[in-house]
């Protein structure tokens, strides 16, 4: 990695959980030069603007809480093992999501709705990205027979709506019973998927 690189990889690192806190239009230029110690200059050499780094650091959020579940997933076969690995991550994981401002997902898409509109593209794209992961792995269990037929893209948007529902109550009420009471909900569900 170039010397360029890693100044960009630690300014997205380090103004990652700050974007995900204060919201991507409630950071500033300020919250930027804090977290990573860097000039603005330094950021502004590095990012053509501060919807940049939004958008980078986004993709970053993004994939660090998608990533582990997905790569834990790869080692399941059964598709219903793998719905319930996926909420199992909800469920171990709540307490660091919620200590870095809660979910990228869910706090971007808010934030995005009606202003950043490359930021919306992304959040937009990482939902439809995450509902596809969800349609093929039911379509998977529905062709080996692991689960019954259904339709998919509901039951992935019912499952995507609870569970980012549920980290929306149980953040900002303070009480994570919520998520995972809801969790169990949908795990009760899956379960009876089964064939």
């Known amino acids: 990695m170039v010397r360029s690189e890693k100044t960009r990889q630690l300014i997205i690192e380090k103004t990652a959980a700050v974007f995900n806190k204060k919201g991507y239009t409630g950071t500033y230029l ?3 030069t804090e977290a990573t110690g860097l000039s ?3 950021i502004y050499g590095n990012f053509k603007d501060k919807n940049e ?3 980078e650091v986004f993709k970053y959020n993004y994939q660090q809480q998608a990533g582990q579940v997905y790569e834990k997933m790869k080692l399941v076969e059964r598709s ?3 719905l319930l690995l996926f ?3 909800y469920k171990t994981e709540y307490i660091p999501i919620f200590k870095n401002g809660g979910c990228a997902i869910l706090n971007t898409a808010v934030d995005s709705d009606d202003g950043n509109k490359p930021l919306k593209t992304e959040v937009t794209n990482a939902l439809k990205n995450w509902r596809n ?3 093929e792995i039911l379509n998977d269990g529905i062709k080996k027979e692991e689960i019954r037929d ?4 509901l039951f992935a948007n019912k499952m995507i709506a609870l569970i980012e529902g549920s980290i929306l109550l149980a953040k900002t009420l303070e009480e994570p019973q919520i998520l995972l ?3 169990e909900s949908i795990e009760l569900e899956i379960k009876k998927l089964r064939t």
Do not use: I, Y
Request: proline share 0%; no cysteine.
């Open 133 to 135: 992961k969800l349609e």
């Open 53 to 55: 780094v939004a958008t």
């Open 30 to 32: 300020s919250d930027l």
């Open 181 to 183: 009471n809801n969790l």
């Open 87 to 89: 909420l199992n991550h």
């Open 80 to 82: 219903d093992e793998k």
């Open 150 to 153: 259904l339709d998919v893209t």
């Open 40 to 42: 603005k200059g330094s």
